[in-house]
Nanobody, 125 residues
Framework: QLRLVESGGGLVQPGGSLRLACAAS????????IGWFRQAPGNERAGVSC????????YYAGSVKGRFTISKNNADDTVYLQMNNLKPEDTAVYSC??????????????????WGQGTQVTVSS
């Protein structure tokens, strides 16, 4: 069974950091694309960052560029999202998603096949 499991969410003060993890089970991430998306109440799901495991290219939404870093660990089939200098507007449910190919536009949710259940990130003082 192909599954993605997110972890690492929580409550953090503005300016703080969190590291999210997306662990794959049932398949390896080689030649896959993994994306991180977020959805706040009343908002549409939006692409945050993504990584093409084939070539290592990474992409970021403008709102998180310079603050978030996506990385991968092929040894344990996990993709991480390091989030620094968090802002209240980063509050959302964060989900990771997978597709078994390289994507040109990997910040579009409709491109992905497998989704995790999501993890809540709350930035508040």
């Amino acid at each position: 069974q192909l599954r993605l499991v997110e972890s690492g969410g929580g409550l953090v003060q503005p300016g703080g950091s969190l590291r999210l993890a997306c662990a794959a089970s049932g398949f390896a991430l080689d030649y896959h694309t993994i994306g991180w998306f977020r959805q706040a109440p009343g908002n549409e799901r939006a692409g945050v960052s993504c990584i093409n495991n084939n070539d290592g290219n990474t992409y970021y939404a403008g709102s998180v560029k310079g603050r978030f870093t996506i990385s991968k660990n092929n040894a344990d089939d996990t993709v991480y999202l390091q989030m620094n200098n968090l802002k209240p507007e980063d509050t959302a449910v964060y989900s990771c998603a997978d597709v078994p190919r390289t994507l040109g536009d990997c910040l579009r949710a409709y491109n992905y096949d497998v989704w995790g259940q999501g993890t809540q990130v709350t930035v508040s003082s």
